[in-house]
């Protein structure tokens, strides 16, 4: 299928489409008029890539668990455990916004104890 209909199947942009085959997420055949062709499988791939960064995945750590997530690889432990690699640092993430977070609420609280002045009421 061309880039168009790939495109209208999984509600993803051609621009996105072209990214994602500039980064080896996406393989692409090219017909002699230089059109690219999509096998039917790219639309369960794209998905894939879609649910991938969504998941706060970025493109390089993608390209190296697509093939196994695909069914184009080997899966098992090392796949469960790069997901759960991803998914610690994930946590570690909320862990650092829930500190900024509570460092904020620190900062509001003291400008609204000072009315906003930067100078403690008193």
Do not use: F, N, W
């Not at 621009?15 to 980064?23: A, D, G, M, T, V």
């Not at 790069?82 to 640092?89: A, C, K, P, Y």
């Amino acid at each position: 299928m061309r880039i168009g209909e790939l495109a209208r199947r999984t509600g993803v942009s051609g621009r996105s489409l072209r990214y994602y085959e500039q980064e080896g997420l996406l393989p692409a055949e090219r017909t002699p008029g230089g059109h690219r062709e999509y096998a039917e499988t790219a639309v369960a791939r794209v998905r894939r890539i879609q649910e991938l960064y969504a998941a706060g995945l970025c493109s390089s750590k993608i390209v190296t668990l697509l093939p196994s997530l695909c069914g184009e690889g080997p899966a098992g432990e090392s796949l469960v455990g790069e997901l759960m690699v991803e998914r610690d640092r994930i946590d570690r993430m909320i862990e650092d916004l829930r500190r900024s977070r509570s460092l904020l609420d620190a900062v509001i609280d003291g400008a609204r104890r000072d009315g906003g002045t930067g100078t403690p009421a008193g």
